[in-house]
């Protein structure tokens, strides 16, 4: 939120329209600070009970952490049944594919097109994305050696825990809720509405062409 999402203009080669794209805004968004307060503490635990507990694969409940905690609880809890749901789909798919043991060639085709789906499927269903990314990556490592099943247990055990404590720490840890966004989101909406209708309105009165503003 600090910085524009939008490339400089860079048509005239004004080296102050430049800095005035690569400096943050002033405002500093408290939504925004508690959630990197919170996305770090979060990491810092699961990284030290991953290296404290020896757990095999262990870096996996940090790295779900990560990608399943957002700012809003509720889009942390949709976001971790999605990652849970993929998961367990993919690892019982992967597993029935080891159990026919498959050749090599085979697997790095399955490979290469699981990976294309997680590529295709990871802006439209969440889910559907880690689906194949999960069957991507036991077939990839099921080509440089032999998988058993502690490998899919214990990487969905290490998701699962991930989730969980990306559940625990939007709900207890400096929690933001949806319900309270929502009155100042739909009132900057209605103004928004209102200037876009008022400017279509003088456009149409004086007949000229209206494409918005840059």
Known sequence: T???LHLPELGGFSIRSL???????PEVDSVLIRYSLRMAVVTMLAVAAYKYFDIPRGYWIAFTTIV????????T?????QRSLGTVAGSLLASALLWIQLPVCALEIL????????????????ALAIFFVTLMLVLAMETTEPLHLNFTLGRLSSIIAGGVLALLAALFFWPNWERQQFPGIMAAAIRANRVFLEE???RLATGEPFAGKA
């Open 2 to 4: 600090g910085f524009p």
């Open 19 to 25: 800095s005035a794209w690569i400096n943050p805004a």
């Open 68 to 75: 399943v905690l957002q700012p809003d609880y509720g889009s």
């Open 77 to 81: 809890r949709a976001r971790a049944g």
């Open 111 to 126: 490979a290469a097109i699981t990976a294309f789906c997680f590529a295709y499927f990871m802006k439209r269903r969440y």
């Open 200 to 202: 279509v309105g003088i």
